[in-house]
């Protein structure tokens, strides 16, 4: 894939942002409006853009490539959480009582609210099939390991609760539908598609509108969180990269896998900070500028994908 190719979607979901920062600065779309509107896309439009990447052909090679996207994506998870540890912890930091947001910010990307956008854009329905798969391994991680992170203790609740996400479940719904190879009529299938269409914009637009209530004052003069982005949006992606070119991962899933580990800082971090009662600025802060830092350094790392895969 042309790297011009790649940097243009990146700006195009950029631009998008921009008007939702704009719309959300003149109060067109105020907080109340932006909620209804998160809902709307985490309950009916991603669910089903997932959906509608699982009314495809049955075929082996995607079977195949359908369970080897689970396993990359857990290691993918098992690696950045334990190099988190090595990087993040009491020896290399002076101050520990933001421990568990940074750990959290540079394990966990966002991967469903700007990553399935661009994954949808760079690769299609196919991107999304395996994306879906991502997803699913991602929240299960989140709301194990990620909450435990900031409670300090295992919740079974929030992760059984995670279980029944959307997402997860227009995922088990539609994978018996790929493997059966039984697909949606044509009309229920067409209005899957036009709603599935509405993803891109309107989360680009959500996140613009949140990154406006932000407050920008001392986010560039904090250490602590310079150290997040560096991990979050340039080490972990590149060490993630790198093992899977070692193993010979294919350059499909490799770029599916990469795209979604090299997303910014994600917004679940804000909601686990929420839920134990934490400090939400300095996660907040560090989402902005690491969605704002993206811009780049994505392009970056398919960049740099691209060169490796030529390599052979």
């Known amino acids: 894939m042309p790297i011009l190719t790649m940097?243009?979607?990146v700006i195009i979901l950029f631009?998008?942002?921009g008007l939702g920062f704009a719309l959300a600065r003149f109060r067109v779309l105020d907080e109340h409006v932006s909620q209804k509107l998160t809902w709307l896309l985490c309950y009916i439009v991603m669910p089903c853009l997932i959906l509608y990447s699982f009314q495809a052909p049955f075929s082996q090679?995607?079977?195949?490539?359908?369970?080897?996207m689970f396993i990359i994506t857990a290691g993918l998870h098992l690696l950045c959480i334990v190099l988190a540890r090595l990087f993040l912890n009491g020896r290399t930091l002076r101050h520990t009582g933001r421990l568990a947001e940074m750990r959290a910010a540079s394990v966990y990307?966002?991967?469903g609210f700007m990553g399935i956008p661009l994954i949808s854009a760079l690769q299609g329905s196919t991107g999304v099939f395996y994306g879906?798969?991502?997803?699913?391994?991602n929240g299960i991680f989140a709301w194990s390991h990620g909450l435990m992170l900031f409670s300090g203790q295992f919740d079974r609740t929030a992760l059984k609760k995670s279980l029944t996400n959307p997402?997860?479940?227009a995922a088990v719904v539609g994978l018996p539908m790929f493997l059966t190879g039984w697909h949606l009529p044509g009309a229920l299938q067409q209005s899957l598609h036009y709603v599935a269409n509405l993803n891109t914009a309107l989360s680009m637009m959500i996140i613009g509108a949140a990154m406006s209530r932000i407050r920008f004052a001392g986010?560039?003069?904090t250490p602590a969180g310079w150290l997040c982005l560096l991990l979050r949006n340039l080490l972990f992606p590149l060490i993630c990269l790198l093992v899977m070119w070692w193993l010979g991962i294919e350059a499909e899933l490799l770029l599916c896998a990469l795209v979604l580990m090299a997303c910014p800082v994600a917004?679940?971090?804000v909601i686990f900070a929420q839920l134990t009662g934490r400090d939400t600025q300095f996660i907040g802060q560090t989402l902005t500028l690491s969605t704002l830092l993206s811009v780049l350094t994505l392009p970056l790392m398919l960049a740099l994908a691209q060169w490796l895969l030529t390599l052979g």
């Open 15 to 17: 631009v998008l942002m």
């Open 219 to 221: 986010i560039l003069s």
């Open 7 to 9: 940097v243009n979607q």
């Open 61 to 68: 090679a995607r079977l195949h490539n359908f369970l080897e």
């Open 267 to 269: 917004g679940i971090t």
């Open 132 to 137: 879906s798969v991502f997803i699913t391994v």
């Open 109 to 111: 990307p966002n991967c």
């Open 167 to 169: 997402n997860i479940l």
